[in-house]
Protein backbone atom coordinates (compact mmCIF):
# COMPACT_ATOMS: atom_id res chain seq x y z
CA UNK A 1 0.00 0.00 0.00
CA UNK A 2 2.61 2.67 0.96
CA UNK A 3 4.55 1.75 -2.04
CA UNK A 4 1.91 2.33 -4.55
CA UNK A 5 0.85 5.58 -2.53
CA UNK A 6 4.64 6.86 -3.26
CA UNK A 7 4.56 5.72 -6.66
CA UNK A 8 1.36 7.95 -6.92
CA UNK A 9 2.85 10.89 -5.36
CA UNK A 10 5.95 11.10 -7.21
CA UNK A 11 4.20 10.93 -10.74
CA UNK A 12 2.03 13.76 -9.89
CA UNK A 13 4.62 15.72 -8.04
CA UNK A 14 7.38 15.00 -11.21
CA UNK A 15 4.19 16.02 -13.38
CA UNK A 16 2.82 19.42 -11.73
CA UNK A 17 5.39 20.26 -8.91
CA UNK A 18 7.56 23.87 -10.15
CA UNK A 19 10.54 24.86 -8.83
CA UNK A 20 9.99 26.41 -5.57
CA UNK A 21 10.75 30.25 -6.68
CA UNK A 22 7.45 29.84 -8.66
CA UNK A 23 5.53 29.30 -5.11
CA UNK A 24 6.47 33.01 -4.37
CA UNK A 25 5.43 33.91 -7.81
CA UNK A 26 2.06 32.17 -7.32
CA UNK A 27 1.58 33.36 -3.78
CA UNK A 28 2.27 37.17 -4.91
CA UNK A 29 -0.07 36.82 -7.45
CA UNK A 30 -2.80 35.36 -5.06
CA UNK A 31 -2.50 37.90 -2.89
CA UNK A 32 -3.00 40.61 -5.24
CA UNK A 33 -5.77 38.99 -6.14
CA UNK A 34 -7.30 38.61 -2.97
CA UNK A 35 -6.84 42.49 -2.47
CA UNK A 36 -8.73 43.21 -5.37
CA UNK A 37 -11.65 40.92 -3.90
CA UNK A 38 -11.31 41.92 -0.27
CA UNK A 39 -10.13 45.05 0.10
CA UNK A 40 -12.08 48.23 -0.83
CA UNK A 41 -10.37 50.88 -3.21
CA UNK A 42 -7.33 48.70 -3.98
CA UNK A 43 -5.71 50.17 -6.98
CA UNK A 44 -2.89 48.66 -9.36
CA UNK A 45 -0.90 51.88 -7.78
CA UNK A 46 -1.25 50.91 -4.73
CA UNK A 47 -0.79 47.03 -4.74
CA UNK A 48 2.51 47.63 -6.89
CA UNK A 49 3.82 50.23 -4.17
CA UNK A 50 3.11 47.45 -1.34
CA UNK A 51 4.80 45.01 -3.66
CA UNK A 52 7.71 47.39 -3.76
CA UNK A 53 7.67 48.60 -0.21
CA UNK A 54 7.75 44.81 0.60
CA UNK A 55 10.65 43.24 -1.50
CA UNK A 56 13.15 46.24 -1.74
CA UNK A 57 11.80 49.37 0.42
CA UNK A 58 11.17 50.18 3.72
CA UNK A 59 9.52 46.52 4.89
CA UNK A 60 11.70 44.40 3.35
CA UNK A 61 13.45 40.73 4.66
CA UNK A 62 17.12 41.52 3.30
CA UNK A 63 18.75 40.71 6.49
CA UNK A 64 16.56 37.50 7.48
CA UNK A 65 17.41 36.66 4.04
CA UNK A 66 20.85 36.62 4.62
CA UNK A 67 20.50 35.38 7.97
CA UNK A 68 18.88 32.12 6.43
CA UNK A 69 21.02 31.29 3.44
CA UNK A 70 24.22 31.97 6.29
CA UNK A 71 22.18 29.42 8.14
CA UNK A 72 22.44 26.53 5.44
CA UNK A 73 25.61 27.65 4.55
CA UNK A 74 27.30 27.35 7.73
CA UNK A 75 25.64 24.05 8.53
CA UNK A 76 26.21 22.54 5.05
CA UNK A 77 29.89 23.61 5.02
CA UNK A 78 30.35 21.98 8.90
CA UNK A 79 28.90 18.61 7.02
CA UNK A 80 32.10 18.78 4.92
CA UNK A 81 34.77 19.03 7.37
CA UNK A 82 37.22 16.28 7.49
CA UNK A 83 36.14 15.23 11.35
CA UNK A 84 32.39 14.77 10.29
CA UNK A 85 33.10 12.95 7.63
CA UNK A 86 35.28 10.40 8.90
CA UNK A 87 32.57 10.05 11.61
CA UNK A 88 30.54 9.31 8.66
CA UNK A 89 32.77 6.41 7.12
CA UNK A 90 32.76 4.74 10.52
CA UNK A 91 29.11 5.06 10.93
CA UNK A 92 28.48 3.60 7.38
CA UNK A 93 29.77 0.47 8.14
CA UNK A 94 26.99 -0.66 10.45
CA UNK A 95 23.88 -1.55 8.17
CA UNK A 96 23.92 -4.61 6.33
CA UNK A 97 20.90 -4.34 3.90
CA UNK A 98 18.69 -1.53 1.99
CA UNK A 99 16.38 -1.43 5.34
CA UNK A 100 18.76 -0.71 7.65
CA UNK A 101 20.75 1.83 5.34
CA UNK A 102 17.50 4.02 4.65
CA UNK A 103 16.59 4.02 8.80
CA UNK A 104 19.96 4.61 9.53
CA UNK A 105 20.25 7.75 7.04
CA UNK A 106 16.62 9.14 7.79
CA UNK A 107 17.82 9.62 11.93
CA UNK A 108 21.15 10.79 11.24
CA UNK A 109 19.38 13.65 8.73
CA UNK A 110 16.70 14.16 11.38
CA UNK A 111 19.44 14.49 13.68
CA UNK A 112 21.68 16.74 11.85
CA UNK A 113 17.99 18.66 10.85
CA UNK A 114 17.38 19.36 14.80
CA UNK A 115 20.84 20.86 15.02
CA UNK A 116 21.17 22.87 11.69
CA UNK A 117 18.98 22.60 9.11
CA UNK A 118 21.58 22.68 6.71
CA UNK A 119 23.43 20.47 8.22
CA UNK A 120 20.30 17.86 8.09
CA UNK A 121 20.21 18.94 4.09
CA UNK A 122 23.16 17.07 3.39
CA UNK A 123 24.79 14.80 6.49
CA UNK A 124 21.50 12.00 5.32
CA UNK A 125 23.22 12.14 1.77
CA UNK A 126 26.74 12.30 2.57
CA UNK A 127 26.28 9.01 4.65
CA UNK A 128 23.95 7.37 1.58
CA UNK A 129 27.16 7.95 -0.51
CA UNK A 130 29.24 6.63 1.67
CA UNK A 131 27.50 3.29 2.50
CA UNK A 132 26.77 2.89 -1.36
CA UNK A 133 30.57 2.55 -1.38
CA UNK A 134 30.41 -0.41 0.05
CA UNK A 135 26.91 -1.72 -0.01
CA UNK A 136 26.08 -2.86 -3.21
CA UNK A 137 22.63 -3.93 -2.49
CA UNK A 138 20.21 -1.07 -2.25
CA UNK A 139 18.34 1.41 -4.40
CA UNK A 140 20.16 4.61 -3.80
CA UNK A 141 17.21 6.83 -4.76
CA UNK A 142 15.30 4.95 -1.49
CA UNK A 143 18.37 5.46 0.42
CA UNK A 144 18.54 9.26 -0.32
CA UNK A 145 14.64 9.98 -0.16
CA UNK A 146 14.82 8.67 3.50
CA UNK A 147 17.90 10.39 3.87
CA UNK A 148 15.73 13.83 3.28
CA UNK A 149 13.05 12.54 5.33
CA UNK A 150 14.95 13.41 8.34
CA UNK A 151 14.37 17.03 7.03
CA UNK A 152 10.68 17.41 8.41
CA UNK A 153 11.55 17.89 11.57
CA UNK A 154 13.83 20.76 11.21
CA UNK A 155 11.07 23.73 12.23
CA UNK A 156 11.38 21.80 15.84
CA UNK A 157 15.24 22.00 15.98
CA UNK A 158 17.98 24.72 17.00
CA UNK A 159 17.57 26.38 13.59
CA UNK A 160 13.51 26.63 13.09
CA UNK A 161 13.29 30.51 11.59
CA UNK A 162 10.53 31.11 13.04
CA UNK A 163 11.57 30.21 16.56
CA UNK A 164 14.83 32.19 16.36
CA UNK A 165 12.41 34.95 14.58
CA UNK A 166 10.16 35.26 17.48
CA UNK A 167 13.59 35.46 20.05
CA UNK A 168 14.61 38.53 18.24
CA UNK A 169 13.55 41.73 19.25
CA UNK A 170 15.43 43.15 16.22
CA UNK A 171 14.28 40.79 13.85
CA UNK A 172 11.36 42.10 11.31
CA UNK A 173 9.51 38.52 11.55
CA UNK A 174 9.14 39.00 15.05
CA UNK A 175 5.35 40.15 15.24
CA UNK A 176 4.96 38.59 18.82
CA UNK A 177 7.47 41.55 19.95
CA UNK A 178 5.84 44.21 17.59
CA UNK A 179 2.42 43.29 19.29
CA UNK A 180 3.05 42.27 22.67
CA UNK A 181 6.93 44.18 23.14
CA UNK A 182 7.85 40.76 24.45
CA UNK A 183 10.15 37.78 23.03
CA UNK A 184 9.78 33.95 23.42
CA UNK A 185 13.51 32.29 24.21
CA UNK A 186 14.62 29.64 22.03
CA UNK A 187 14.34 27.41 25.04
CA UNK A 188 10.30 27.84 25.87
CA UNK A 189 9.71 26.40 22.59
CA UNK A 190 12.08 24.19 21.29
CA UNK A 191 12.57 21.91 24.92
CA UNK A 192 8.60 21.96 25.76
CA UNK A 193 6.58 18.17 25.53
CA UNK A 194 4.30 19.82 22.59
CA UNK A 195 7.27 20.22 20.67
CA UNK A 196 9.97 17.22 21.50
CA UNK A 197 6.82 14.16 21.68
CA UNK A 198 5.85 14.82 18.18
CA UNK A 199 9.50 14.43 16.89
CA UNK A 200 10.01 11.53 19.28
CA UNK A 201 6.38 9.99 17.58
CA UNK A 202 8.41 10.74 13.43
CA UNK A 203 11.68 9.08 14.67
CA UNK A 204 9.76 5.85 16.52
CA UNK A 205 7.24 5.84 13.26
CA UNK A 206 9.07 6.39 9.92
CA UNK A 207 11.70 3.53 10.36
CA UNK A 208 8.69 1.20 9.94
CA UNK A 209 7.06 3.27 7.46
CA UNK A 210 10.82 3.18 5.36
CA UNK A 211 10.68 -0.87 5.82
CA UNK A 212 7.34 -0.94 4.47
CA UNK A 213 7.89 1.23 1.25
CA UNK A 214 11.20 -0.40 0.11
CA UNK A 215 11.12 -1.19 -3.16
CA UNK A 216 11.74 -5.10 -3.88
CA UNK A 217 12.70 -4.14 -7.52
CA UNK A 218 15.88 -2.20 -6.26
CA UNK A 219 17.41 -0.01 -9.06
CA UNK A 220 20.74 -0.17 -7.97
CA UNK A 221 23.95 2.87 -8.35
CA UNK A 222 26.92 2.30 -10.22
CA UNK A 223 29.43 2.36 -7.80
CA UNK A 224 32.36 2.93 -9.99
CA UNK A 225 31.21 6.20 -10.46
CA UNK A 226 31.00 7.22 -6.74
CA UNK A 227 34.23 5.30 -6.06
CA UNK A 228 35.86 7.58 -9.21
CA UNK A 229 34.91 10.47 -7.98
CA UNK A 230 36.61 9.69 -4.27
CA UNK A 231 39.70 8.62 -5.90
CA UNK A 232 39.92 11.78 -7.57
CA UNK A 233 39.28 13.52 -4.63
CA UNK A 234 42.13 11.95 -2.57
CA UNK A 235 44.82 12.40 -5.58
CA UNK A 236 44.21 15.94 -5.53
CA UNK A 237 44.57 16.26 -1.38
CA UNK A 238 47.28 14.25 -1.96
CA UNK A 239 48.80 16.08 -4.54
CA UNK A 240 48.19 19.66 -2.94
CA UNK A 241 52.10 18.91 -0.03
CA UNK A 242 54.22 18.46 -3.31
CA UNK A 243 53.19 22.03 -4.63
CA UNK A 244 55.54 24.85 -3.59
CA UNK A 245 55.08 26.63 0.16
CA UNK A 246 54.93 30.24 -0.81
CA UNK A 247 53.96 33.04 1.90
CA UNK A 248 50.65 33.17 0.72
CA UNK A 249 50.00 29.20 0.97
CA UNK A 250 51.42 29.16 4.39
CA UNK A 251 49.18 32.01 5.43
CA UNK A 252 46.19 29.77 3.95
CA UNK A 253 47.39 27.47 5.78
CA UNK A 254 47.79 28.94 9.04
CA UNK A 255 45.37 27.04 11.43
CA UNK A 256 46.26 30.20 14.35
CA UNK A 257 44.17 32.73 12.40
CA UNK A 258 41.14 30.26 12.68
CA UNK A 259 41.31 29.21 16.28
CA UNK A 260 41.60 32.46 16.96
CA UNK A 261 38.25 33.35 15.50
CA UNK A 262 37.34 30.10 17.37
CA UNK A 263 37.96 31.18 20.86
CA UNK A 264 36.99 35.28 20.44
CA UNK A 265 33.65 33.47 19.10
CA UNK A 266 33.09 31.02 21.71
CA UNK A 267 34.19 33.84 24.86
CA UNK A 268 31.27 35.40 23.25
CA UNK A 269 28.72 33.46 23.17
CA UNK A 270 29.30 31.63 26.77
CA UNK A 271 30.39 34.68 28.46
CA UNK A 272 28.49 38.50 27.53
CA UNK A 273 25.81 36.77 25.49
CA UNK A 274 25.64 33.70 28.47
CA UNK A 275 24.46 31.57 25.60
CA UNK A 276 21.76 33.19 24.54
CA UNK A 277 20.21 31.47 21.57
CA UNK A 278 18.94 33.77 18.46
CA UNK A 279 19.43 33.91 14.57
CA UNK A 280 22.27 35.67 14.71
CA UNK A 281 23.88 33.24 17.32
CA UNK A 282 23.53 30.19 16.06
CA UNK A 283 24.96 31.57 12.79
CA UNK A 284 28.10 32.56 15.31
CA UNK A 285 28.28 28.77 16.75
CA UNK A 286 28.40 27.21 13.44
CA UNK A 287 31.21 29.52 11.88
CA UNK A 288 33.12 28.80 14.85
CA UNK A 289 32.65 25.23 14.65
CA UNK A 290 33.52 25.10 10.60
CA UNK A 291 36.42 26.65 10.98
CA UNK A 292 37.59 24.54 13.90
CA UNK A 293 36.41 21.07 12.31
CA UNK A 294 38.15 22.28 9.12
CA UNK A 295 41.05 23.40 10.74
CA UNK A 296 42.75 25.53 8.13
CA UNK A 297 41.61 28.60 7.09
CA UNK A 298 42.01 27.98 3.09
CA UNK A 299 40.00 24.54 4.01
CA UNK A 300 37.38 26.31 5.72
CA UNK A 301 37.18 28.97 2.55
CA UNK A 302 36.72 26.35 -0.37
CA UNK A 303 34.21 24.22 1.68
CA UNK A 304 32.03 27.64 2.06
CA UNK A 305 32.36 28.39 -1.36
CA UNK A 306 31.37 25.37 -2.37
CA UNK A 307 28.17 24.98 -0.17
CA UNK A 308 27.06 28.74 -1.04
CA UNK A 309 26.32 27.22 -4.17
CA UNK A 310 23.10 25.50 -2.75
CA UNK A 311 21.71 29.43 -1.32
CA UNK A 312 21.15 30.79 -4.49
CA UNK A 313 17.37 29.60 -4.82
CA UNK A 314 17.25 31.55 -1.27
CA UNK A 315 18.63 34.64 -1.79
CA UNK A 316 16.51 34.42 -5.17
CA UNK A 317 13.02 33.62 -2.98
CA UNK A 318 12.84 34.97 0.18
CA UNK A 319 12.61 38.93 -0.51
CA UNK A 320 9.59 37.57 -2.38
CA UNK A 321 8.15 36.18 0.99
CA UNK A 322 8.94 39.58 2.58
CA UNK A 323 6.25 41.22 0.50
CA UNK A 324 3.85 38.36 1.36
CA UNK A 325 4.63 38.77 4.94
CA UNK A 326 3.84 42.34 5.25
Not at 183 to 195: A, R
Not at 263 to 291: C, Q, R
Request: proline share 4%.
Amino acid sequence: MFARLTRFFVKYVQKYMPDPYLFAIILTLLVVGLNFWLVPQTTVTGVIHAWYQGVWGSQNIFTFALQMTLILVCGTTLAQAPLIKRGLVRLSSIPQNQVQVAVLCFLTGAVGSMINWGLGLVIGTILAKEIAKRLERMDFGYVVAAAYMGFIVWTSGLSSSIVLANADASSALNIIYKMTNQTVNVQSVIFTLYNLVPVILILIVFPFMLKWIAPADMKLIDRKVLLKAETATASETKAQPDEPQTFARRVENAWIFNLILVFAGFYEFFGPLKGTITINTMILLFTVLGLLFHWTPIRYAKAFTESAKASGSLLLQYPLYGELWH
